[in-house]
């Protein structure tokens, strides 16, 4: 009988101290999970639109229409047709790019993490990281969306 309620309070324990864990940790998964849906989805053709939101320059904000091809960026224009500088390109990543963003930006032990990742496919659609609560304007802030795919 002792070792049925020894028993029972380790599994009692257990979930207890697994609901108590490390809070970065279900971000992660998330990002791990949302990857492993995009990687499984095999989108390698796409265009989709960025959105920054920042205190930049308003190049630096978009919106911008990526457009990957067999997964290499071919282009990044604003919604007048202007291509995107140089300066700026890396602020438009493509799907795998944003992933990788999120990634080192969790590794930074963020104050606040907000992301929502497309049930189908898994790319990131709102991404809201914020690095520190008592910082303002640091915040990382993308929304995106898949406008065409092959």
Known sequence: MNCIRALGFLVI????????GDSSLAPRM???RARGTWE????????YVVRRSCECLPAAIGPVEVEV????????????????NAVHADGFPDVPGLFA?????????PARVHIEYDGA???PKEVFIDFSAAVA??????????????
């Open 13 to 20: 324990s257990s979930a207890v101290i697994s609901g108590c």
């Open 30 to 32: 998330d990002l791990a």
């Open 40 to 47: 499984r989805a095999n989108i390698d053709t796409y265009v």
């Open 69 to 84: 091809v067999n997964g290499v960026v071919q282009s990044r224009t604003y919604a007048d047709g202007t291509p995107v």
């Open 101 to 109: 963003m999120i990634g080192d930006a969790l590794s930074q032990r």
């Open 121 to 123: 496919y898994g790319f």
């Open 137 to 150: 304007d640091e915040e990382m802030v993308y929304s995106t969306a898949l406008t065409n795919r092959e």
